[in-house]
């Protein structure tokens, strides 16, 4: 019902930038909050950043300065802008929402994206 394709990953040098993109598609309703998370094989997923519908933000310590989250809602559209990128982001990207659709309006439901791997090199 609800299709999140992430973006923009890659392969960058220490002190390069990238920028993720998740577009989310179907049968959406509302958009509530989404996020970024990130996973390193043998760690748990982790939150980067998340922003809400009202466009309140929040960060982990770790990316704060560095990385900014920000959303189109015109687009249904999250974006990760990822600054002096560092080898320990090094990781697989999650986009992440929080959304009703239109066959469950008074049902709020978390979808994922499949992920896209960001490798940053010393």
């Known amino acids: 019902q609800v299709q999140l394709v992430e973006s923009g990953g890659g392969l960058v040098q220490a002190g390069g930038s990238l920028r993720l993109s998740c577009a989310a598609s179907?049968?959406?309703?509302?958009?509530?909050?989404m996020g970024w998370y990130r996973q390193v094989p043998g760690y748990q997923r982790e939150l980067v950043a998340g922003?809400?519908?009202?466009?309140?933000?929040n960060y982990a310590d770790s990316v704060k300065g560095r990385f900014t989250i920000s959303r189109d809602n015109a687009k249904n559209t999250l974006y990760l802008q990822m600054n002096s990128l560092k080898p320990e982001d090094t990781a697989v990207y999650y986009c992440?929402?929080?959304?009703?659709?239109?066959?469950?309006?008074?049902?709020?439901?978390?979808?994922w994206g499949q992920g896209t791997q960001v490798t940053v090199s010393s």
């Open positions: 922003i809400t519908s009202g466009g309140s933000t």
């Open positions: 179907g049968s959406i309703y509302t958009v509530n909050r």
């Open positions: 992440n929402g929080v959304m009703t659709t239109v066959q469950r309006r008074g049902a709020l439901s978390t979808y």
